[in-house]
């Protein structure tokens, strides 16, 4: 019964393939490649559906290290025109503020990418907040960073909240306020500067005069919790920012969260990168790193630090050695012998 062949089908031919050729009939076929053999129906390659590395990297510089920051992009038209203007006006740079090593003194200064100077990190990261402001595409927003409807303060929002564009040091002393009230880092400021451009990126968003605080502060909340090993919490915030709410904060860390797709985390390179187009940042601006002449004392600790990482990198090419040996060394390797039996 279960091997005999219905009397309505040829027994030559299989029902599968007879179902196969009415599918055909009814859906044409222009090209091979848009039909699978199994199903008969078009499947798009996942490569087909994924943005290619070079366009992701553009779209999402946060993620990426070899893409270019978002800041250091809107920099560079004001840099441009201050540049064309001092050469057409004939405007001499002035006194050169700015020192120089010599053979007999050695000026270095004291931020490093894994130590940065704090005043002028959160300088650089004020400066880079005012030109996303400037130089923006347009005023896209969303309320729960727009300070009329969730104020900041109990004070009344002026009437041009939205339209006058905030100066760079009115920036940096809302950063810096937060930054030592709240005892955070240098390293915090960068990270507060890659999740802001990350929201910028994800929720396709623009930072105008009416959303740059909340959004600030969003992100150097979620820095704050993510970097520091002593995270400061809300309720501390709150206390900062004397009128607003634990409920507030919530709301807001929350919706940043979720724009943010709760990719929050900072890879070393991206880290890196951000540090050093900061400075980048800060040489086209006039604001120098502070410089000081190398003591005998500091030379001592940059001397012992050095032969630190020497041994280390000694004990890691030896470690390595072990695992493997190099197509060189094959000369004087002795063969075992084959047993035929």
Known sequence: MGGSVSCCISPGESPKIRRREVELEECPITTTEDVSEDTGTYLQHISDRELPDELAQEANPSDHPRASTLFLNKSQTDVREKRKSNYMNHVSPGLLTKKYS??????????TVSQPNLKSTIKCVALAIYYHIKNRDSDRSLDIFDEKKHPLTREKVPDDYSVVDPEHKLIYRFIRTLFSSAQLTAECAIVTLVYLERLLTYAEMDICPCNWKRIALGAILLASKVWDDQAVWNVDYCQILKDITVEDMNEMERHFLELLQFNINVPASVY???YFDLRSLADDNNLNFPLEPLSNKRAQKLEAISRL????YKDLSKSAMRRSVSADNLIGTKN?????S
């Open 102 to 111: 010599s053979c007999s003194t050695i000026f270095i200064d004291d931020s």
């Open 272 to 274: 890196a990168k951000y």
């Open 309 to 312: 990482c020497e041994d280390k």
């Open 336 to 340: 075992s012998q084959a047993v035929l």
